[in-house]
Structures are given as C-alpha cells and as structure tokens.
C-alpha cells in the first residue's frame, strides 16, 4: 500500500502538500514565518489535528538545513534567555490540546498573530532600530523576551505556528538578516525536536506519520537552496515587509479556514 492510499489523498492533494514542503524549506533559510502558508495548506488537506503530527518532522528537516546553512551568525545570549519560556509555553501548549477542539486552536493562534503583527509594526514605526540586538540586557528587555518565548512555545506546540511569533520578536529586537536567520534556525531545531516526544504522546506521530513525511521531506531541500539563493538578493527593509506580511498571510488563513 503507498503512502497516498494510506492517507486517503489523491494525486493532487499530494502535490499541494509537496509545494507547501518546499515552502518549508524556503522559509527556513529565506523568509521566516512564511511557513505559515504551509500549516494552512497541510490542515486543509489532512485532517487538522493530524496535520501538526505530519507537519513537525518536514519542519525539523528544514530546520537543520538551515542550521548548516546559518550556524555561524545564531546569537546564543538571546537562544538562552527564550528557551526557559519557550519550555513553559510547549506545556501549556500540550494541555490546551487535551481538550481544544480545531476550531479554538486556529481561532486562538489566528488572533494571536495578528495582533502581534500589529504591536510590531506599530513598534518599528516608534523606535529607531540598534545594530546589534540588546534586548535582552534590559529589564524590560527580558520582560518581552520572557511573553514572547511563552507565546512562541504555546502556538508552536499547538500549530507548528511559533515561526511568526519568534520572527516579530527577533524583528523588535533589531537582528539584521543573517543574524535574525541564524538564531531562529537553531532556535526552532532545538525546539521542534524537543516537540516530538509530545507529539508522539499526544497520537500526532506514528508509523504512517513518518511514512508521508519521508516522502515529502524530499521537496524541503530544493526549498532550501532556493531560499539560501533569494536572500542574498532581499534587502533588509523588504526583509522585514515579507516576514510581517507572511505572518498577518498566516493569521487571518487560521481565521478564515
């Protein structure tokens, strides 16, 4: 039996799920939160509570290319700070998917994101931006680190949807492009796999899972190399347009679907 038959998807439906792999892979080395369009695209061709289970392994795969891709320019002062939250919010992630239906979920994360969008663009238009990022040396500073990195591991255990929220957090926290892409690459490698054993608690995970994810993770490398190309040619004011815009892409499809 092939993995289609397995899952009950037809040819196209498979092909849909392949674009949005090698979406994955682009967004990882290229536009972070653009990934976004790919949870949408795996809910509304698998079932949506599945559609996280199948989703996590393609996204880990994407996220070590990007770690051999960026491993070099990842601000690990930063990585320290977020992760204690980061651990608390996949915990409460992990108990409102007890007993959330998908309707919730989406509706939650969906206005989540866009309200985030929104705080900031609204920041950005307010502060004027330092080289180096320093958010984290301040009380304040830690404050943000701290809602951010509970936000970021609730809608990344719930949706795989953590990718915009780390992304408006590392944008207000001034990161430049490589910077910015090497910290959250490493970021969501260490977090994505720490998901697993949870995932695999939950029933999200299992033997034919992994066999669908096989078959797709073929089309997260051609992603990758074709994000590693475009960012060299993205400046970094449209840098920050594009994560925003697939953030608020990504809020109002959790909305609307």
């Known amino acids: 039996m092939n993995t ?4 009950h998807i037809s040819p196209w439906e498979f ?8 979406l ?3 967004s990882k080395t290229a536009v972070s939160g653009a990934n976004t369009v790919s949870l949408a695209i795996f809910a509304a061709v698998l079932p949506a509570r599945a559609s996280t289970g199948v989703l996590l392994p393609v996204l880990i795969v994407g996220d070590v290319l990007a770690v051999l891709t960026y ?3 990842a601000h690990w002062p930063t990585l320290w700070r977020l992760f204690p939250a980061v651990a608390a919010g996949v915990v409460l992630g992990t108990l409102f998917l007890v007993w959330a239906d998908d309707g919730a979920v989406r509706t939650s994360i969906g206005a989540i994101l866009l309200l985030m969008a929104a705080v900031t663009v609204w920041r950005r238009r307010a502060a004027v931006q330092d080289a180096e990022p320093d958010a984290v040396t301040t009380s304040t500073g830690r404050i943000k680190a701290r809602s951010y990195g509970v936000l970021g591991g609730f809608t990344t255990m719930v949706a795989n949807a953590g990718g ?3 992304s408006l957090y590392l944008l207000s926290a001034g990161f430049r492009k490589l910077g910015f892409l090497g910290t959250s690459a490493f970021f969501f490698l260490i977090v994505n796999v720490s998901k697993v054993p949870f995932s695999v608690g939950l029933g999200l995970i299992d033997g034919h899972s992994l066999l669908l994810d096989a078959a797709l993770a073929l089309f997260v490398v051609p992603g990758a190399f074709l994000g590693k ?11 920050e347009q594009l994560v925003i815009a697939a953030t608020v892409v ?7 679907r």
Request: charged residues 10%; without cysteine.
């Open 164 to 166: 915009p929220v780390m």
């Open 250 to 256: 990504g809020g109002v499809q959790l909305l609307l």
């Open 71 to 73: 491993r070099r320019h």
């Open 4 to 7: 289609m038959t397995l899952w």
């Open 15 to 22: 092909a849909a799920l392949a674009a949005a792999a090698l």
């Open 229 to 239: 190309w475009a960012v060299t040619r993205i400046n970094q004011r449209l840098f």
């Open 24 to 26: 994955v892979g682009f």
